[in-house]
């Protein structure tokens, strides 16, 4: 079906349906699945809502991998609601982009054959427990960064999906900070983890906000038709002048040491990341990059007898049907 849509591109430039539909994006009017719309709108929509639905589901692995060690059982309980919350995400947003003519297990065969990206911070390892308290504080910190603005994307299932997401993620955000927080005043031990946690996910979490201005491919086009709300810039600097005062507050440094509050911009300047490391990470060969792969092709596999005997036993309701008919 993802085919078929690709092929019938030709047939979508007609310059008065272009202009109209430019139109109505820019009065703020939602676009909604049955409307016309560019191809490539279209497709930027199903990368961009699929990379992000992947994203949900394959950052359930980093924290998962906690919830058997948490060390008590409020936190255990938290993390797990947290955890469950991020599969419900990948679900809302897997139904926004299905709205669009891709099926889920199209988008699930591109995620797992590498054709669809995912968030390249989730290929980064959680070592110990201060870095839950770090990927809540920062990585669900710079994804609520991302994501409030989207509230206000053009297409309607999409910016549906992303309120009910943020009023989760601002919880996500909040149980982070805690947990790093009660590890930054506690043993001298336990604030040398909460630093260190800092040390190691500080870059990969500015990575998030995608690559700079100038190397974003897809922005301009993004942004003129509110895919996209910001620039991948605007919002990583939005990120660090919020998330320097946390850091401060919990006595922690942020592991840059040129950054600096520069009284005319009204901004922290700060180092970016190491650009080379980020598109290393994109194209796979991140630190975690072979094993969150393997998880996810395992569960596929894994789960098949269970698609199979749903849609056999759907099969079986259906013919059931026309047969009484
Ligand atoms: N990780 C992986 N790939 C990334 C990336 C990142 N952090 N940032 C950019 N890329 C990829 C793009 O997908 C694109 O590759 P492609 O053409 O093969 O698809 C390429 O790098 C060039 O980047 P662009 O800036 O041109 O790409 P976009 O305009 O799509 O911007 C984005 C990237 C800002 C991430 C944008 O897609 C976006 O806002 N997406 C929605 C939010 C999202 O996906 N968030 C995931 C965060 S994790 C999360 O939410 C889980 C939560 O529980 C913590």
């Known amino acids: 079906m993802y085919a078929q849509m690709i092929k019938s591109e030709a047939t979508q430039d007609d ?6 539909f430019q139109a109505r994006i820019d009065a703020g009017e939602k676009i909604e699945p049955k409307d016309w719309m560019p191809e490539g709108y279209r497709k930027t929509l199903i990368r961009q809502i699929g990379q992000h639905a992947h994203s949900e589901i394959v950052g359930q692995l980093p924290e998962g991998n906690w919830i058997t060690r948490a ?5 255990k309980a938290i993390l797990l609601a947290k955890v469950q919350d991020e599969a419900g995400h990948g679900l809302y947003l897997y139904c926004a982009a299905e709205t669009l003519g891709v099926t889920r297990d199209e988008l699930t065969e591109m995620l797992l054959d590498g054709r669809m990206k995912y968030s390249s911070i989730f290929n980064y390892p959680t070592l110990n427990w201060a870095d839950m308290g770090a990927v809540g504080w920062l990585v669900d ?23 009910r997401i943020c009023k989760e993620e601002s919880f996500h955000q909040r149980q982070g900070y805690d947990v790093i927080r009660k590890m930054a ?11 260190d946690a800092l040390n190691r996910l500080w870059y990969p979490s500015l990575m998030m906000f995608g690559p700079s201005d100038k190397d ?12 996209k709300m910001n620039t991948n810039d605007e919002l990583r600097q939005k990120f660090v002048d919020q998330t320097v005062p946390q850091a401060e507050y919990l006595g922690l440094t942020v592991p840059d040491p040129d950054l600096k509050w520069n009284e005319e911009r009204g901004h922290y300047d700060y180092t970016d990341p190491d650009w080379s490391e980020f598109f290393d990470v994109i194209q796979g060969n991140g630190p975690c990059n072979t094993d969150r792969l393997a998880a996810r092709n395992k569960a596929w596999d894994d789960g098949k007898w269970v698609r199979d005997g749903m849609l056999a036993h759907a099969r079986k309701k259906a013919a059931r049907k026309h047969a009484a008919e």
């Open 15 to 20: 310059p008065e349906k272009l202009a109209a």
């Open 185 to 195: 005043e506690g043993t001298p031990e336990q604030k040398k983890m909460a630093q």
């Open 71 to 75: 060390p008590t059982l409020e936190r």
């Open 141 to 163: 910190g710079a994804a609520i960064m991302n994501q409030v603005p989207l509230q206000r994307t053009s297409f309607g299932p999409y910016s549906r999906a992303m309120i």
């Open 216 to 227: 974003s491919v897809h922005s301009a086009q993004s942004m003129a038709w509110k895919i």
